[in-house]
């Protein structure tokens, strides 16, 4: 039985949670209420986990670092914030033992809105999927209830859902991508009963099972973990250093690698290249193209898409709409849909428009004419129960319009002989650099993480003095800045 405190505190929430919600404007979207409601989850989620459970504020205290650590981002991870308000059902239509994934009349609600409403979800062997729509369709949420297990998914498929780096610890970047004893015991023993079977389906999924399996080999581990690590940006030296000594973005990536190292049934990745340099991005498209069992991935890169995707499904209208090909595939595809979807629209209402005309001036006059409004009346009606094609909505876009600048004669910018490091200790990370900047200059700032892109800014905008040299700015020059931090 709960505490009398317990229960105080679970009033309190619930009158806090009334007073946020009254406080959402009622005229705006449902995407903005999502994304609002979200928030709210997750400032609930954030109070539960600091609650001790007798009124005082929980504390986790450290005894060797890397046990607490992993046992709080445990508990983060568990809260699955969105999930106790989301609510979820559909059917298994796919055989129990196969390695598709068929779930149809699939409906999902959050918080009330619904996102998906009777549609089917239908994922095969072998193709990958770039998952598309508005930002606050539902995306995400339908990611997060495949990953978990809020769907009737066979046991069989696992699934894994990149939605957060690996925690701090003191283990190296090689040894939490190679550590997968669980995912190997579970094969095995998924082996065993699957060897005694001689259906067809049962046998791919053994031989999947195999190859996997070999895989994960102990004398193939550290060169297969190396290599992936080496393809998302990580050198010798940081692969052998402890995690606890990584920014979020490169656990970030640990995390990514140990997905591409398990290689799951089912992939989730949603916007897997937030935290990749050009380099890692080329890469990772090049290994996910070569994916042989489901990949589902939410991406905003037209060319990523592009590269990896044999099928695309967009989620519009409450529904999941199934295209094959890559982005550019689809966009060729939905247009000449949607062209021949205008056109049936617009003929479908010029005879409604003819027939309810016709029927209103003759369906009183003689016998004859009488008798053919009648006929027509039939008509429109088998049309009307039949189904109309709708008329072809589309998708909000949004337009950017940046106001003249005005002019300044050259040069804006001027960087002459500029070399900067961080203090005397620390190795230069640009040496006489020497280039001006003018008004009809168009620049595109590439390199690996780390390599001082966002260095170089804070020089131009002078929050950082240079070591040597100097960079000059002309006396009327305004600059705007717009930081990742910000996204």
């Not at 910018?413 to 020497?434: A, N």
Request: hydrophobic share 35%; proline share 3%.
């Amino acid at each position: 039985m709960p505490s009398d405190a317990k229960k105080k505190r679970e009033q309190k929430k619930k009158e806090a949670a009334k007073q946020r919600l009254q406080k959402i404007p009622q005229n705006k979207t449902e995407e903005q209420k999502i994304d609002d409601l979200e928030s709210l989850e997750t400032e609930e989620a954030l109070e539960d986990l600091g609650d001790s459970g007798d009124g005082a504020p929980q504390v986790f205290e450290t005894r060797n670092g890397a046990d607490d650590i992993n046992e709080v981002a445990e508990k983060i991870d568990g809260l699955e914030l969105a999930a106790r308000h989301r609510a979820v059902t559909g059917v298994l239509a796919s055989h129990p033992g196969s390695r598709d994934v068929h779930i149809h009349n699939l409906s999902i609600t959050f918080h009330g809105v619904e996102l998906l409403t009777d549609t089917q979800l239908e994922l095969n062997v072998g193709r990958r999927y770039g998952l598309i729509g508005l930002n606050g369709c539902g995306k995400s949420s339908l990611l997060s209830a495949l990953a978990a297990n809020e769907l009737p998914i066979p046991e069989h498929v696992d699934i894994f859902l990149l939605r957060k780096e690996m925690p701090p610890s003191d283990k190296t970047a090689l040894q939490v991508v190679i550590e997968v004893d669980e995912e190997r015991i579970r094969l095995e023993k998924e082996a065993e009963l699957l060897a005694s079977k001689e259906d067809e389906e049962s046998h791919d999924r053994l031989m999947d099972i195999y190859e996997r399996l070999d895989d994960m080999d102990a004398g193939k581990a550290e060169a297969k973990a190396g290599y992936i690590l080496h393809g998302l940006g990580f050198t010798k030296e940081m692969q052998h250093r402890a995690v606890k000594h990584f920014s979020g973005g490169w656990r970030m990536r640990l995390g990514l690698a140990r997905a591409l190292y398990i290689k799951p049934s089912l992939m989730l990745l949603d916007e897997p290249t937030n935290h990749l340099d050009l380099n890692a991005c080329v890469w990772l498209e090049q290994e996910l193209k070569k994916y042989k069992r489901i990949l589902v991935i939410i991406s905003h890169s037209q060319d990523f898409l592009n590269g990896i995707c044999t099928n695309i499904m967009h989620m519009q209208k409450k529904k999941l709409k199934y295209f094959g090909g890559n982005y550019d595939a689809y966009v060729q595809t939905r247009m000449e849909l949607e062209e021949n979807q205008m056109k049936r629209y617009r003929w479908e209402q010029d005879q409604i428009a003819h027939m309810k005309n016709y029927i209103a001036r003759f369906g009183h006059g003689s016998a004859k004419l009488a008798r053919q409004a009648q006929s027509k009346e039939k008509t429109l009606k088998k049309m009307v129960d039949g189904g109309l094609t709708e008329r072809v909505t589309l998708d909000k876009t949004l337009s950017f319009s940046f106001p003249s600048c005005g002019k300044l004669p050259p040069p804006v910018i001027m960087v002459q002989h500029v070399s900067f490091r961080y203090s005397d200790d620390k190795p230069y990370i640009y040496k006489d650099l020497d280039f001006g900047v003018d008004l009809d200059t168009r620049v595109a700032l590439v390199g690996p993480n780390g390599a001082g892109k966002s260095t170089l800014l804070k020089l131009i905008v002078a929050e950082l003095v240079p070591t040597d040299g100097l960079i000059r700015r002309h006396s009327h020059l305004k600059i705007g800045r717009y930081h990742q931090v910000n996204e």
